[in-house]
């Protein structure tokens, strides 16, 4: 059985973890891609970015998805919007049928809402084994060894 990576990033933070896991694990990754991304930088992120999270916005994704069947352990990634996770990682889950899987999460964010996000996932995968969850502050600033140590050291646990 395989091991499959999903996730969101609109910055480049998550894709940081998302790509040192995809190596890590030698396993696919699938970043999900809105037809309409929200506007990168500067305020108006904030503004989208934060609506699409209060209004449940489910956008429409580009991506084709394999058959979810062929993996028992499925990663997922997001940065944290308002404490929650992001709208493509909400039609992410209204696309794909999970069930009777292994997940494993990880979510970026500048400083707050970890706790309330992972909730927000878990319940939405209750028919799932959570096996663990990180998070990371920033890992663009971060040495790239440095996560790859924690991430590892992730792996081993919960793997
Ligand atoms: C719309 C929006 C809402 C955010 N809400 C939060 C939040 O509630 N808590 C937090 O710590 N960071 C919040 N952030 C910051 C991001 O979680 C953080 O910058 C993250 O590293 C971005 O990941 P990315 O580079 O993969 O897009 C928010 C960012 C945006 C754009």
Known sequence: MKTLIVFYSLEGNTKIIADILAEELDS???ELKPDKE??????TKFLWGGKSVLFHEKPTLTNEFPDIDEY???FIGTPIW???YTPPIASFLEKVSIRGKKIALFACHAGGGAEKCFEKLKSQ???NQI????????????ER?????????WLHEIT
């Open 125 to 127: 995968l209750n028919d």
């Open 72 to 74: 028992d352990t499925i």
């Open 145 to 153: 060894e440095k996560i790859k140590a924690q991430l590892k050291h």
């Open 38 to 43: 929200i506007p990168k930088g500067g305020f």
């Open 131 to 142: 096996i663990g969850t990180i998070t990371f502050t920033d890992p663009g600033k971060e």
């Open 82 to 84: 308002a404490s929650s």
């Open 28 to 30: 696919e990754c699938i």
